[in-house]
């Protein structure tokens, strides 16, 4: 009898073996030593769609912790720009990286973070920038997430002038997209 109890436990630990297996396996998100790559756009006309932007950025980062993120991101934007006589396109970049502070541990994450970089291109003034971020994650598979991003970037061009740009010469960057952690 002893025998058939032991064999009946053992084949139930068995048979919940796969099941233990599976539901670590639905874990949302990212561990530590993971890394994240994602693609977002954003993009913006006037009402009358005669003058607009779009752009891409993509980020690659790095899980130094389960909730902390770090990175670079790139970003590459195009504008036609239409006005009282005047067509013009502009195209401009920015390069930064960036740190990221992920909330709560389940499908949906909040972060904050900030980065420091540098923006250039035809339609903006070569300079530095430091900006603050927030935005969410939300996993609509274990490892595959959309995002959405708000970012204030200040500019400057040295060290004395970053106090005031925060102040005078900030601007808002909205991103959208999906992102994949492997």
Do not use: H
Not at 21 to 42: C, H, K, N, W
Not at 111 to 120: A, D, M, R, T
Not at 151 to 168: G, K, R
Request: glycine share 14%; proline share 2%.
């Amino acid at each position: 009898m002893i025998r058939f109890k032991t064999a009946a436990i053992t084949v139930c630990l068995l048979g919940a073996l796969p099941l233990a297996v599976s539901a670590q396996s639905s874990q949302f998100g990212p561990d530590q030593g993971d890394r994240e790559f994602s693609l977002s756009g954003t993009g913006s006309n006037d009402r009358d769609f005669n003058s607009g932007s779009f752009g891409v950025t993509g980020d690659l980062g790095w899980y130094l912790r389960d909730n902390v993120v770090g990175g670079v991101r790139q970003s590459v934007n195009f504008a036609d720009i239409e006005g009282e006589g005047v067509t013009d396109d502009f195209w401009n970049g920015s390069t930064r990286g960036y740190l990221d502070y992920q909330f709560l541990n389940d499908r949906a994450r909040p972060f904050v973070g900030g980065s420091l970089g540098g923006i250039y291109g035809d339609g903006v003034k070569d300079s530095a920038f430091a900006g603050l971020e927030a935005g969410i994650k939300y996993y609509v598979q274990t490892k595959t997430y959309f995002l959405a991003r708000a970012e204030y970037q200040f500019l400057f061009s040295d060290t004395d002038d970053a106090t005031d740009a925060f102040q005078d010469d900030g601007i808002w960057a909205y991103t959208v997209g999906l992102g994949y952690n492997f």
